[in-house]
């Protein structure tokens, strides 16, 4: 390589570097040997010097022990600067407790001294190509994501905020068909918080996992006796939905003899605590929503047709995302924001590559599986960018195959032939036991809905102990 700044104002663009030491012959050294390998040097020797110089450098060698302030005020410094160079620190202090806050305050790497030249040279490299590619990253914008946004920009999102606009002046019902993962309780929620100025209830109840008598009480409520076990009066969450909104999700799954019963609420506008006489009326307005085509359910039989009616007043859909690729990028700037704030942890940059790929996948899982597969990248994320290898695409989570060792509920070995059942009955329970009992967690590391999770706890008679989360 050349002489450090002959080549200044060439083509090739010399690399920077500051060298802040407070000894005299360090900095000597490392500057000869720095032009020698072709960078443009310039030096300091204490941390008012250091700061003072860092506007220009790509690259600062820091040393921790200098007059008027240590190198970890240099840092802390530097932590707001915009266009702050790369930090490597060089120091005699050779502890745990310095190294864990250098890196904490941002250096990039913490070399030890004697320096060992060959080291040096590989480090300063290194530093170097990561800040250019770094040059190259889309770096997201800082992003206030309201609490129950629908985000997206394509004109079928775009509709249905309309939608939610015009729903939200009536109290007719809504149902809302979409596939797994879509947001269609955001739509249901935002529905409910567009209708009302003040606070009023918005009651969900999954209509899944539910045997027919336990739901009919779950929505309707019982007095006491009025079956074994209904040891006390309880209202149902009709009731508890009041002037507000009842949310009926997978509507699908509720069983014909109660499609009649809930036909007549509707139509009645009444309805009656399971063994009790007492008439209560309904206020509430009622939202239901299903991945399942009810259309088709009614062609086949499944579905009471004067129900779906009832229902489908108004009718919101949404589309599954590999439909709307163009509210991808949207979607993904909002859920790292969202997800960063509850993981506290920073990511500021996605890799081009990254991107691509999160924008060409075809999503199965639609928006649940992007905002799960966003929180495993951040997960594993070692810096605040996101690269494409922290992506697992369309994979039943390798990260915790990779980690599950619980011998309790051990993977079946290669000769143990297995039903595909029992396959998924023992990885729920393995996914539970390592999420201790998380619901909310293990829904995430299974990539599957809530409402799945807890048909398939119920369907495996799994008792679920733990306290739960949501
Ligand atoms: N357009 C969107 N903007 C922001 N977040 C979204 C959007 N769509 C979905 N999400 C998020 O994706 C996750 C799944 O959404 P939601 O639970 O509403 O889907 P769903 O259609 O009810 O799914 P399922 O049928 O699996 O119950 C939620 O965390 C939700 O906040
Ligand atoms: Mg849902």
Redesign the pocket.
């Known amino acids: 390589m050349g002489c450090a700044g002959t080549r200044r104002g060439t083509l090739v663009q010399v690399a920077r570097i500051l060298i802040v030491d407070d000894d005299r012959s360090i900095r000597r050294t490392l500057e000869k040997f720095l032009i020698g390998e072709g960078y443009e040097v310039t030096t300091a020797q204490d941390a008012a010097g250091a700061i003072e110089g860092a506007t220009g450098p790509d690259l600062m060698l820091l040393d921790l022990g200098l007059p008027g302030g240590s190198g970890f005020d240099v840092l802390a410094a530097l932590a707001d600067h915009p266009l702050r160079p790369t930090v490597v620190v060089v120091t005699a202090r050779d502890d745990m407790q310095s190294t864990v806050k250098a890196i904490q305050l941002g250096a990039y790497e913490y070399l030890v001294k004697p320096i060992d030249i060959d080291r040096l040279r590989a480090v300063v490299r290194a530093a170097l190509a990561s800040r250019e590619s770094r040059a190259q990253l889309v770096e997201l914008a800082a992003r206030d994501?309201n609490a129950?946004?629908?985000?997206?920009k394509s004109s079928a999102?775009r509709d249905i905020w309309k939608q939610i606009g015009s729903v939200s002046t009536t109290r007719a019902p809504v149902l809302?068909s979409?596939?797994?993962?879509?947001?269609?309780?955001?739509?249901?929620?935002a529905v409910h918080n567009a209708s009302y100025q003040e606070d009023r209830p918005f009651v969900a109840v999954s209509c899944t996992a539910l045997a027919s008598g336990v739901l009919e009480s779950e929505l309707f409520g019982h007095v006491k006796g009025a079956f074994t076990g209904a040891i006390a009066d309880r209202p149902g969450r009709f009731e508890m939905a009041g002037k507000g909104t009842l949310f009926l999700?997978?509507i699908g799954e509720i069983p014909l003899e109660l499609q009649a019963k809930l036909l007549r609420v509707l139509q009645e506008r009444t309805f009656e605590r399971v063994g009790d006489a007492r008439t209560h009326s309904l206020e509430a307005r009622v939202i239901a929503?299903s991945?399942r085509d009810l259309g088709q359910m009614v062609a086949k039989g499944t579905f009471r047709e004067d129900l779906y009616y009832r229902l489908r007043v108004v009718e919101i859909h949404?589309p599954p995302l590999r439909d709307r690729a163009g509210?991808i990028g949207v979607?993904v700037e909002?859920?790292l924001a969202?997800i960063t704030t509850d993981l506290a942890k920073p990511i500021r940059f996605v890799t081009p590559a990254a991107l691509a790929r999160l924008t060409s996948y075809a999503w199965p899982?639609?928006?649940?599986e992007?905002?799960n597969t966003l929180t495993r990248a951040i997960v594993l994320a070692k810096t605040d960018v996101l690269d494409e290898t922290l992506l697992q695409l369309g994979q039943v989570n390798p990260s915790t195959e990779a980690h599950a060792t619980q011998p309790a509920h051990t993977p079946p070995t290669n000769h143990e032939l297995i039903t595909l059942r029992e396959l998924e009955r023992r990885h729920i329970i393995r996914v539970l036991a390592s999420t201790d009992g998380n619901k909310r967690r293990a829904c995430a590391v299974l990539d599957?809905?809530?409402?799945?999770l807890d048909r398939k706890i119920e369907e495996f008679g799994l008792r679920s102990d733990k306290k739960d989360d949501a």
């Open positions: 994501t129950g946004e629908i985000l997206g999102i809302i979409g596939e797994s993962g879509t947001g269609k309780e955001l739509v249901a929620r999700d997978e929503a991945h949404v509210d979607l909002g859920l969202k899982g639609n928006v649940r992007l905002e599957i809905s809530r409402p799945t």
